[in-house]
């Protein structure tokens, strides 16, 4: 953990040292990054059997998650709809 806060901490000392500079291309280092480590992510999961055997469980889990959060946050929408057109009848 120290190791990543020593790295956080050279980051922003670099960027500091490079403010007012065209630094454009960073944020296409950072794109072609981030999808080298979504790739690496892959990798792993895929060469895991424990997950890849239970990839269907998961699924349904996953599944289920879902449409539970969709019709809880549609319900408390709801509740909350009704509650403002009350208030604003009155």
Do not use: D, Y
Not at 41 to 56: D, M, R, T, W, Y
Not at 74 to 80: D, E, K, P, R, Y
């Amino acid at each position: 953990m120290l190791i990543i806060v020593c790295i956080m901490l050279c980051g922003i000392a670099v960027g500091r040292l490079l403010r007012g500079r065209q630094t454009g291309f960073v944020s296409h280092i950072i794109t072609v990054l981030i999808w080298a480590l979504l790739f690496l992510l892959g990798v792993e999961v895929g060469a895991n059997p424990k997950i890849i055997s239970g990839l269907q469980t998961l699924g349904l889990e996953a599944l289920i998650l879902t449409i539970g959060g969709s019709i809880g946050s549609v319900f408390a929408a709801w509740l909350l709809w009704k509650q403002v057109s009350k208030g604003g009848k009155a």
